[in-house]
């Protein structure tokens, strides 16, 4: 913990490292955060809650195989989800195990919190989505549309709408009624995706190497560029909307400013490929993720 990491800066943005986490056995396969708080989740099949310097909260053994996929919200519960095809909800502090959700029939590789926390979308590899009351923990509905493993949610800040990423090359905007748009673009698989901010636009990247650059409103692309050389598996809006950060099998964080799509820092300190990162509530850090078990807390400013 803690070893230095050298930074190449681009331009005027200056990102430090502050610390480094041998975080799982095997590789992380997500993070995400709420408050002062993220989580991660791994092959090793643990939860480990961490603040944002670094020390480790909290560990729940949760799953017998693999945790594909975690999510954390305002509220203090956590949704993790695996290769054992059911959703397990942990209540904050102690990690309380509240309530085990059964709907999919295959893995589950994607979860989400909406922004107030009330809702958990959950995508799996039968090409399904399921959408949850997270007060309740029931089940409001399934969405069905596309054609390959969904690999990643986000809903919308704004409106009564959710994202999904699919291995079928598309993302899909989602509604309330169940109708979809399907976004297409790609070339390949499509892996995350992240709305602004102000719900206006939503971020796209894939197997292609690409960032997408999406208008909601208009359902078109305002922005496609060449991000990373290998596949893109990771994208998230800073919550200021200036930034967002992209990386992949390469190895490298970029952070590309949002007014003019040009890259303003490279951030290189892994060894192995990122195959997640999230910023902070506050913008201040960016927590990155590794198929080695690494994680990285990085300043930004």
């Not at 959703?87 to 107030?116: M, N, Q």
């Not at 090359?169 to 989602?174: D, E, L, M, P, Y």
């Not at 206006?200 to 197997?207: A, D, E, F, Q, Y």
Request: with cysteine; net charge positive.
């Amino acid at each position: 913990m803690g070893r230095f990491v050298w930074v190449l800066l681009v331009a005027l943005w200056v990102a430090f490292p502050q610390t480094v986490i041998k975080a799982h056995d095997g590789a992380v396969r997500d993070i995400d955060l709420a408050g002062k708080f993220f989580v991660t989740c791994g092959d090793d099949g643990y939860i480990r809650v961490w603040n944002l310097q670094g020390k480790k909260i909290l560990e729940i053994k949760s799953h017998i195989g693999q945790v594909l996929s975690v999510a954390i919200n305002k509220r203090g519960f956590i949704a993790s989800a695996g290769d054992d095809k059911v959703i397990r909800i942990w209540r904050l502090p102690l990690g309380k195990l509240v309530k085990v959700l059964r709907d999919h029939d295959e893995y589950v590789r994607a979860l989400a919190f909406s922004r107030h926390g009330r809702r958990l979308a959950s995508g799996d590899d039968m090409w399904e989505i399921r959408l949850w009351d997270a007060v309740e923990w029931k089940l409001l509905g399934r969405f069905k549309g596309h054609e390959g493993w969904v690999y990643s949610v986000d809903f919308s800040p704004t409106e009564d709408i959710f994202a999904s990423a699919s291995k079928d090359n598309t993302v899909r905007i989602w509604y309330s009624d169940r109708r979809s748009i399907v976004l297409k673009g790609h070339k390949d698989y499509v892996y995350d995706l992240s709305f602004s901010p102000d719900g206006r636009r939503l971020v796209s990247v894939g197997n292609d190497g690409y960032v997408i650059v999406w208008d909601v409103k208009r359902l078109k692309i305002v922005k496609k560029f060449k991000a990373h050389e290998g596949a893109v598996y990771t994208v998230h809006y800073s919550p200021r909307g200036n930034l967002i950060a992209t990386a992949g099998f390469d190895g490298k964080v970029k952070l590309w400013s949002t007014k003019n799509w040009k890259p303003v820092a490279v951030l290189k300190g892994h060894k192995g490929a990122i195959v997640r990162l999230r910023f902070s509530p506050d913008g201040r850090k960016l927590i990155t993720a590794d198929d080695r078990g690494w994680v990285i807390i990085w300043k930004v400013r």
